[in-house]
T-cell receptor, first 116, second 114 residues
Framework: KAGVTQTPRYLIKTRGQQVTLSCSPI?????VSWYQQTPGQGLQFLFE???????NKGNFPGRFSGRQFSNSRSEMNVSTLELGDSALYLC???????????????FGEGSWLTVV | QKEVEQNSGPLSVPEGAIASLNCTYS??????FFWYRQYSGKSPELIMF????GDKEDGRFTAQLNKASQYVSLLIRDSQPSDSATYLC??????????????FGKGTHLIIQP
């Protein structure tokens, strides 16, 4: 079956702009989580959506936001982009809410964002 | 502050030998522990998870958990050049509402030398 699909795969934005990234989870998965990966900080949890509601949130500023639609697809938005937002943004899906042993999360290939 | 610590490496292991990857975590309330493999330019892929103290084996991989010492390890037997990658240890963070997102270590870069 199809995996987690993220679009766009690569994008370049200018400081101060905003960006929207899209994620389609694995069929049947109701939870979508977003992570940011940078060489300096590694992989960091942004937020999780389940049943169209944000369930958990990591330690990121309010410029980072997201939403989930009724078909479980999700988008994340970053406003007023800063150079430090350059990163790989990974979407992950799972059947149920929360990362636990019985609820494996699967990652998409990611969206590479470069802010210049 | 929930933290997961890993030696960044690189860890160089001869082909056919056992690679041992280690991870410590700070949150005693953590319940599930995961090992992900990430090839350069690719997304992380799950190798295995463990939630009970002791060993869990899956093929050439063995995960070991010691909650008292807050220590998780991954052993890779009969290491192959294709095992060369960054290995990420992840721990489920907990909030008042239950399982939260994963807290990742920064990864250990493993190199299997032919």
């Amino acid at each position: 079956k199809a995996g987690v699909t993220q679009t766009p795969r690569y994008l370049i934005k200018t400081r101060g702009q905003q960006v929207t990234l899209s994620c389609s989870p694995i069929s049947g998965h109701r939870s979508v989580s977003w992570y940011q990966q940078t060489p300096g900080q590694g992989l960091q949890f942004l937020f999780e959506y389940f049943s169209e509601t944000q369930r958990n949130k990591g330690n990121f500023p309010g410029r980072f936001s997201g939403r989930q639609f009724s078909n479980s697809r999700s988008e994340m938005n970053v406003s007023t982009l800063e150079l430090g937002d350059s990163a790989l943004y990974l979407c992950a899906s799972s059947r149920e809410q929360g990362a636990a042993a019985g609820n494996t999360i699967y990652f998409g290939e990611g969206s590479w964002l470069t802010v210049v | 502050q929930k933290e997961v610590e890993q030696n960044s490496g690189p860890l160089s292991v001869p082909e056919g030998a056992i690679a041992s990857l280690n991870c410590t975590y700070s949150d005693r309330g953590s319940q599930s522990f995961f090992w992900y493999r990430q090839y350069s330019g690719k997304s992380p892929e799950l190798i295995m998870f463990i939630y009970s103290n002791g060993d869990k084996e899956d093929g050439r991989f063995t995960a070991q958990l010691n909650k008292a010492s807050q220590y998780v390890s991954l052993l890779i037997r009969d290491s192959q050049p294709s095992d060369s990658a960054t290995y990420l240890c992840a721990v489920n963070a907990l909030s008042g509402g239950g399982a939260d997102g994963l807290t990742f270590g920064k990864g250990t870069h493993l190199i299997i030398q032919p």
